[in-house]
């Protein structure tokens, strides 16, 4: 059975990679139109001024649900796949988040996928640390010589690799039931609930506000600066980065007290509050929440010798 | 540009193309997922005492003076757009800096703690890196040990009588390298090899990023000295008031 597993990983690994030449390849996708804002295909990178998984979360068809409750649905789900650590629970919850996020949620697959990406470097780089052992005579299935000793890799540790693989896009993607359907804003209010420290919540909402006023700045500042030639070579745009950098950080003091005077204007007294949507927890989600957290605890007991 | 720049700018494309940039490079978060669940719980502890500290000195500036809520925040808010820019490479390819060296040397090592973990936070849910089991984790490598390489590098090169930007490249650069150092180790405490254990295990770690992390280091570096060279030309009211000019 584990044989099999190994060689699913496998063939999935190709699709991911494929999706990561068509993100990189491809900056103007003609046809395909997801607004006026949306047509550079830099996940996670800022376009303009806006971060794109933030984009995502204000337009999931799924944002209405009680945040708390997509809150504590994912961080179970997270802390399930890493304490469980079987690859059939990771392989329900890879599929299933899937599921939710983009039928459910109304992403388009592309979209999921290219986030689902973004940490396959990191991924791939530390899984090859895994796999891979060196030592001095020629031990294991595989090896190879390097000059001074041997790398070598066996099916045991090849199984374990694809298997933490697996693992960690589980993870990713019960994280990414979160960030891809509920606004930061909402997340933030959740921590207040949870009793998190006022102070450190304030900062949170204000640190939030203040990203895309920088992200903004700065989105003018390199336009002025590409424009007069300040990415000509790469001498030339570590001297610009520095200069837009540092100029930035002076703006952004500035601002700061000129955002203070308009929250004392508006009575501010040491405490921020913000007017939040009502939403009220459904009993038609939260039942299958339940049966579904249920049913991996389920399958990590029935499974749990089979690997 | 000086003479100095020029010289130190030349020598690192130099070795940036000389290793070769990987596509997307970003710093090292460790990803949600990686970590087997007793090392998130003992590295969340490990951050608990620093992240005290931190709240306690934060704490006692806004109760001192309540306007430094939105310098803090801006603050917060310039380390996380800092960290998510795409950073000058030879290659084309896209990497990013780390910033915490900079928050370090300029606001303080206890401030860049909590500013860091919310940081870290809105890195996971707005960018998807790193994540929220592997927070503590994060927060030990990027907001408490590198700050404190780097502010404590910094110190001693003041003390040294070393030239300032050379200390302060010294600082980012190899506060951003222990950074990488510690989550190497913090990956091969997770996952020990077979047969070396923890020290051949972080060995392994530390070579496959080799290549991302230590041209990375030195570009940050760079680019921090340049900040700072921008920020003495223009900013000198803006950062008597942080306390970085008092200190120097």
Redesign the interface.
């Known amino acids: 059975m584990g044989k099999f597993i190994v060689l699913a990983a496998l063939l999935l690994l190709p699709v991911l990679i494929f999706t990561i030449v068509r993100r990189t390849g491809r900056k103007h996708p003609a046809g395909h139109e997801h607004g006026p804002a949306h047509t550079h295909r830099h996940i996670g990178h800022k376009h303009g001024g806006m971060l794109s998984i933030d984009y995502f979360a204000y337009s999931s068809k799924i944002r209405g649900w009680n945040p708390a409750f997509k809150v504590v649905l994912s961080v179970l789900t997270i802390v399930l796949c890493i304490a469980l650590d079987n690859v059939y629970v990771s392989a329900v919850v890879i599929v299933s988040m899937a599921y939710l996020v983009i039928a459910a949620g109304g992403l388009p697959p592309r979209d999921y996928l290219s986030v689902l990406t973004i940490p396959l470097t990191f991924i791939l780089i530390s899984i090859l640390a895994i796999v891979v052992d060196f030592s001095a005579g020629p031990v294991g299935q595989w090896h190879v010589h390097i000059g001074f000793g041997y790398l070598y890799t066996t099916a045991p540790m090849l199984k374990k690799g694809v298997f933490l693989m697996l693992k960690i896009l589980a993870a990713v993607s019960a994280l990414q039931l979160m960030i891809l359907t509920t606004p930061s804003s909402e997340i933030i209010s959740v921590l207040r609930k949870a009793r998190v420290p006022g102070i450190l919540v304030d900062l949170m909402n204000l640190i939030y506000r203040f990203i895309f006023i920088l992200m903004d700045v700065f989105a003018r500042m390199k336009n002025a600066a590409e424009s007069r030639l300040g990415y000509r070579d790469f001498k030339t745009s570590c001297y610009t980065f520095g200069s837009v950098a540092s100029n930035l950080l002076i703006l952004s003091l500035k601002k700061a007290g000129a955002y203070y005077d308009a929250m004392e204007a508006r009575c501010y007294d040491g405490e921020l509050l913000f007017l939040e949507e009502e939403k009220k927890a459904d009993i038609k989600v939260v039942i299958p929440a339940a049966a579904f957290v249920l049913y991996l605890l389920l399958l990590w007991y029935l499974t749990r010798q089979a690997v | 540009?000086k003479k100095k720049?020029?010289i130190a700018?030349?020598v690192?494309?130099v070795i940036a193309l000389a290793l070769g940039v990987?596509?997307?490079?970003?710093a090292?978060?460790i990803?949600?997922?990686?970590?087997?669940?007793a090392y998130?719980i003992a590295w969340g502890v490990i951050c608990i005492p620093f992240l005290v500290a931190g709240?306690f000195s934060?704490?006692k500036t806004?109760t001192g003076h309540?306007?430094s809520?939105?310098?803090?925040?801006?603050?917060?808010?310039?380390i996380?757009?800092?960290s998510?820019?795409?950073?000058?490479?030879?290659t084309g390819s896209?990497s990013h800096m780390t910033g915490t060296g900079l928050g370090a040397i300029l606001f303080g090592a206890t401030a860049v703690s909590?500013?860091g973990i919310?940081?870290l936070?809105?890195q996971?849910?707005?960018?998807?890196?790193g994540?929220?089991?592997t927070l503590g984790a994060n927060t030990f490598s990027m907001a408490i040990a590198g700050p404190l390489v780097s502010l404590g590098i910094y110190k001693l090169s003041k003390v040294l009588k070393i030239n300032k930007h050379v200390g302060i490249f010294l600082a980012a650069a190899l506060g951003d390298l222990f950074t990488y150092c510690v989550t190497s180790v913090q990956?091969a405490l997770a996952?020990p090899?077979?047969?070396?254990g923890v020290a051949?295990?972080a060995v392994?770690?530390l070579?496959?990023?080799a290549p991302?992390q230590v041209p990375l280091a030195v570009?940050e570096g760079?680019?921090t000295?340049?900040?700072?060279?921008?920020?003495e030309t223009?900013?000198k009211n803006?950062l008597t008031?942080?306390g970085f000019l008092k200190v120097g």
């Open positions: 540009m720049q020029k700018l030349t690192s494309a990987v596509p997307a490079a970003g090292m978060h990803m949600e997922g990686y970590l087997p669940v998130c709240w934060i704490k806004l309540r306007k809520i939105t310098i803090l925040a801006m603050t917060g808010a310039f996380f757009v800092l998510s820019l795409k950073i000058p490479s030879v896209c909590i500013l919310i940081v936070i809105f996971a849910i707005l960018l998807a890196h994540g929220l089991t990956l996952y090899s077979a047969q070396g051949t295990s392994k770690f070579a496959v990023f991302t570009i760079l680019l000295v340049v900040i700072i060279f921008g920020l223009y900013a803006e008031e942080i």
